[in-house]
């Protein structure tokens, strides 16, 4: 008997920049195929951004990735149209088609892209560039969805960016019958309201403005970087920068962190497609 079928792609947004999130990210798609013996499940790339390839809509499941810049460079652009496009296919899918939805996950670049899109809240440049293994801070509502399972209350995630997310509009996300998942942590005493970290639009569609597909070893070797790592002593103090290198190391939290957000994210759209293959 023929395997059924699912298709996950990654919605590449990286430019052609070197990276480790592509990799991190096929490595999280393997693992957790690897669950699925009775599925086939099949894997690629859409480099959108860079080569102009349209994202299939054959696709089950979608990642779309981090990236570099502003969320606001392509504005106009046949690449950004092409997005916003496949965005849109999958929300109105999903409103229709109950019995056939399709997922997708946002990264960090596409977070701001996805708030742009949606308008639930301000997309601007950040106070400073952020770089590092950062704190952030479960809502109640995050605290009792799957993503964040035995994670701990605050947990730790890559944090790489400029921009951010802001003002939540809460008519337009309440219309949208969205759940904020998480805040960043910043320090009350510089009178900084933190930016939006983790939001569900739906069963079927989350992002995070953190990157949790990133791994110690990619964290590392940025970290590695001469400018990467002045960028860091520079903001944060060198005793700082060792405590952030130190906290790569611990197993409860960015190796938590990676092996629990998106598998979570992928293993419970894999679960409710499957029931819809049967």
Not at 156 to 171: F, M, P, W
Request: include cysteine; proline fraction near 4%; hydrophobic fraction near 35%.
């Amino acid at each position: 008997m023929e395997k059924q079928k699912i298709k996950i792609t990654t919605i590449d947004l990286y430019n052609n920049e070197r990276n480790e999130g592509m990799r991190c990210i096929k490595e999280i798609v393997t693992e957790t195929a690897a669950d699925f013996n009775e599925l086939k499940i099949e894997y690629d790339v859409k480099e959108l951004r860079y080569k102009g390839e349209k994202p299939d809509f054959n696709s089950d499941i979608f990642i779309s990735s981090g990236g570099p810049g502003s969320p606001f460079e392509g504005e106009g652009s046949k690449w950004e149209k092409d997005y916003f496009e496949t965005i849109e296919k999958i929300f109105t899918n999903n409103q229709n088609n109950p019995d056939k939805k399709k997922y997708i996950f946002f990264i960090c670049h596409s977070f701001q892209m996805m708030a742009r899109y949606f308008e639930f809240g301000r997309v601007s440049e950040r106070h400073s560039k952020t770089f590092g293994v950062m704190p952030f801070s479960k809502t109640k509502e995050g605290k009792s969805d799957n993503l964040f399972d035995e994670m701990a209350n605050p947990f730790y995630a890559a944090d790489i960016r400029q921009y951010q997310v802001t003002e939540l509009n809460t008519k337009v996300f309440n219309e949208l019958n969205g759940k904020v998942l998480a805040y960043e942590v910043v320090d009350d005493a510089d009178g900084i309201k933190p930016a939006i970290a983790a939001v569900r639009i739906s069963n079927e569609i989350a992002g995070t403005q953190f990157h949790p597909e990133a791994d110690a070893e990619s964290m590392l070797y940025h970290f590695n970087q001469p400018e990467r790592k002045k960028q860091v002593v520079d903001k944060y103090g060198e005793e700082r920068y060792f405590e952030m290198i130190d906290i790569l190391k611990k197993p409860d939290t960015i190796k938590l962190t990676r092996k629990t957000v998106i598998p979570n994210f992928l293993n419970q759209a894999i679960k409710e497609l499957s029931k819809v293959l049967m």
